[in-house]
């Protein structure tokens, strides 16, 4: 059975660094098959991609949060993580980890960890 | 960015009714549409890929249906579980992109 799951601090100060860690169980994120997702969804709000990494360490980052963003895989700890800049209380979300899937299996995000509440407040 | 609409944005509903939530891109995105389905504090759950491929293990209750840009997902004869908030998805081009959500409530 895959699971993902978040890790990392709840709460940043505006301007700093938010940084969240995904470890995955039940796959590899050596896979080439699959893309490594973050997304996230402000409180009451819709969903919104924020980009994903591939086992290679290609990217593809949402262009409304491109200049912030630094996704990496750590493929000896079967995680990816990101890191997110000069974050303001426009942030505060809870970022969910997916896997995604290539076009060959047509598949979307079929697996989400629970999610993560990030406040950014002073 | 493709925008996705959803439509209605609540939808009051009876144990038992058909209900169909209905998405709509802002161009042609093939057949790459995703729905999801969210409670509550909870992730969000995979239900339909390819327009209108169930996700293994789902009830059959679930359809998905449409192509280009407009798309619907149907629940036959709706069970006190599927109270939730549905989510639709393109994955046709960068940026991926969601609809705003349809809140299925208790009539």
């Known amino acids: 059975q895959v699971q993902l799951q978040e890790s990392g601090p709840g709460l940043v100060k505006p301007s700093q660094t938010l940084s969240l860690t995904c470890t995955v169980s039940g796959d590899s994120v050596s896979s080439t098959l699959h893309y490594w997702n973050w997304i996230r969804q402000q409180p009451g709000k819709g969903l919104e991609w924020i980009g994903y990494i591939y086992y290679s360490g290609s990217t593809y980052y949402n262009p409304s949060l491109k200049s912030r963003i630094t996704m990496s895989v750590d493929t000896s700890k079967n995680q990816f993580s990101l890191q997110l800049t000069s974050v303001t209380a426009a942030d505060t979300a809870v970022y969910y980890c997916a896997r995604a899937h290539s076009r060959i299996t047509g598949r979307s995000f079929d697996y989400w960890g629970q999610g993560t509440l990030v406040t950014v407040s002073s | ?107």
């Open chain 2, 1 to 107: 960015d493709i925008q996705m609409t959803q439509s209605p944005s609540t939808l009051s509903a009876s144990v038992g009714d058909r209900v169909n939530v209905t998405c709509r891109a802002s161009q042609n995105i093939n057949r790459w549409l995703a729905w999801f389905q969210q409670k509550p504090g909870k992730a969000p759950k995979f239900l339909i890929y390819k327009a209108s491929s169930l996700e293994s293990g789902l009830p059959s209750r679930f359809s998905g249906s449409g192509s280009g840009t407009e798309f619907t997902l149907t629940i036959s004869s709706l069970q006190p579980d599927d109270f939730a908030t549905y989510y639709c998805h393109q994955y046709n081009s960068y940026p991926w992109t969601f609809g705003q959500g349809t809140k299925v409530e208790i009539k």
